[in-house]
């Protein structure tokens, strides 16, 4: 599933594109929308909040969308060639001199734009909130620590607890406090952990790459992430994969044994 910062850029992306124009085609390739046109309707801007997409338009109305595992959205001049099928589109949203076109994208839902908060009111603070706040981070840290037995791999993964943290920026950031991703909330700085949830997150928001080392060569961008050939970036040790969590919510999880000491499950 895309970072928080993938989608931060996503939506940045499409308010260059579409913010401030008039929409000449506005239509939905999915059965629950598909009478719905929104030609005619100005584009009003296009945010995020975490990993949830919400394009605003005139009228007060607001189109909520995620992305989660395989959903994009490419943004093309006026009839120029779909880079992805034509049967993968979910949503047209065409002016006079672009198309921005969601493939695959979920969660499509129409709302007034003052219910926004029905679909991401759930959501801890958004790491990426450009009115980020020492008030903020101390809500998040408040709610990691508040289960101190939980796993912080499982913790940083919750939505609820502060919003836009996915599985590489999991990994990297269990690898930067030198614990283990299975290691309790209890025995880490929760405070710690956001500041640096956040850090990466910036740092990245901007960029296509997602570099948590610092170096952007191909292949030494992460520390742990996918790097079970490569070995640790840091000792150069083996780097394992073990999955954590349950069910549609378990994910594949990469540590350095020697770098980040602490409780692992059985194989």
């Known amino acids: 599933m895309p970072e928080g910062d993938t989608v931060f850029l996503a939506g940045k992306v499409l308010d260059k594109a579409l913010a401030g124009k008039t929409l000449l085609r506005g239509e939905f ?27 605003r338009f005139s009228g007060d109305l607001t189109l909520h969308s995620h992305l989660r595992m395989d959903g994009k959205w490419d943004v093309y001049r006026a009839g120029a060639r779909w880079r992805h099928p034509a049967h993968q589109a979910r949503v047209i949203l065409a002016t006079e001199e672009l198309q921005a076109i969601g493939f695959r994208v ?22 990426l909130d450009p009115q980020w706040t020492d008030e903020l981070a101390e809500r998040a840290a408040a709610a990691l620590a508040a289960d101190p037995g939980r ?53 990245n928001a901007w960029r296509h790459e997602q570099i948590t080392t610092g170096d952007p060569r191909r292949g030494r961008r992460q520390w742990v992430y996918e790097r079970t050939r490569q070995g640790c970036f840091r000792c150069g040790g083996k780097v394992e994969v073990l999955q954590q969590g349950t069910g549609y919510q378990q994910r594949p999880t990469w540590f350095c044994p020697n770098c980040q000491p602490g409780p692992r499950p059985d194989r």
Not at 106 to 127: A, I, K, N, Q
Not at 163 to 189: H, M, Q, R
């Open 151 to 203: 796993e912080l791999g499982d913790a940083l993964l919750d939505q609820r607890i502060m919003a836009g943290i996915g599985n590489l920026y999991k990994v990297e950031i269990c690898f930067l406090l030198k614990v283990s991703p299975w290691t309790p909330v209890s025995e880490v700085d929760s405070a710690k952990a956001v500041a640096l949830g956040r850090k990466l997150l910036a740092a």
């Open 106 to 127: 979920h969660d499509l839902e129409l709302v007034p734009t003052d219910e926004e908060d029905r679909l991401v009111g759930h959501l801890g603070p958004d790491l």
């Open 29 to 55: 390739r999915v059965p629950q929308l598909a009478t719905t046109d929104l030609a005619g309707r100005a584009v009003l801007g296009v945010g995020t909040v975490g990993k949830h997409l919400l394009t």
